[in-house]
């Protein structure tokens, strides 16, 4: 599936990228929102991304976003379930 919008060049040029950067990052940024609200897995996102997972996570470190970003309570179950282990 394709889709396509319009973007007036004084957009591109303020962000200093040409269409295809601007794609990419496009890309990029939208599985990255997705991913946030847990709407696609990671592999999903990097698929959307078009990338593979490993590239996708270096971006995300290059971007300083956590990759997996759990609450006080989801570490403590973690934890919990490690501690368990044998």
Do not use: H, T
Not at 22 to 50: I, T, V
Request: net charge negative; hydrophobic share 45%; charged share 30%.
């Amino acid at each position: 599936m394709n889709i396509s919008f319009s973007v007036n060049d004084d957009i591109l040029l303020s962000l200093k990228e040409n269409a295809d950067e601007f794609a990419q990052d496009m890309r990029f940024l939208s599985a990255l929102m997705w991913y946030r609200k847990s709407k696609l897995s990671l592999g999903k996102a990097a698929e959307l991304a078009g990338c593979s997972k490993l590239d996708f996570i270096e971006r995300m470190k290059l971007e300083k976003e956590a990759i997996f970003d759990y609450g006080e309570q989801e570490m403590s179950e973690i934890f919990a379930d490690i501690a368990k282990l044998p």
